[in-house]
Nanobody, 125 residues
Framework: QVQLAESGGGVVQAGGSLRLSCAAS????????LAWFRQAPGKEREFVAG?????????GYADSVRGRFTVSREAARNTMYLQMNNLNPEDTAAYFC?????????????????WGQGTQVTVSS
């Protein structure tokens, strides 16, 4: 079992920045990849960014955030981060951290077996 806990959400004005953290605990040696998803009210959960746990240079981004968001992980702390810059109101959503065991990046929520509780990000115009 892997447990995931997100933190770092909040309210920010358009153009501002936030950094989200996802702390993993439990059987972290099983983790193949971690990813961030987000879900706005009335919308489906969508992939934001992901990283291979054992190969942190292998990262992927949704087109809507590429160039503004950066995903990274700190192995010593079993933590993944999402640095979000130049935020806009369309980024407002609950952000979730997710883990999967195969060592490849998937953009489908159905491929992830462990989820955190989420952290809310609200961007005001």
């Amino acid at each position: 079992q892997v447990q995931l806990a997100e933190s770092g959400g909040g309210v920010v004005q358009a153009g501002g920045s936030l950094r989200l953290s996802c702390a993993a605990s439990g059987r972290t040696f099983n983790i193949g990849a971690l990813a961030w998803f987000r879900q706005a009210p009335g919308k489906e959960r969508e992939f934001v960014a992901g990283v291979l746990w054992s190969a942190p240079t292998m990262r992927g981004y949704a087109d809507s955030v590429r160039g503004r968001f950066t995903v990274s992980r700190e192995a010593a702390r079993n933590t993944m981060y999402l640095q979000m810059n130049n935020l806009n109101p369309e980024d407002t959503a609950a952000y979730f951290c997710a883990a999967r065991w195969p060592r490849d990046l998937s953009r489908s929520a159905a491929d992830f077996g462990a989820w955190g509780q989420g952290t809310q990000v609200t961007v005001s115009s």
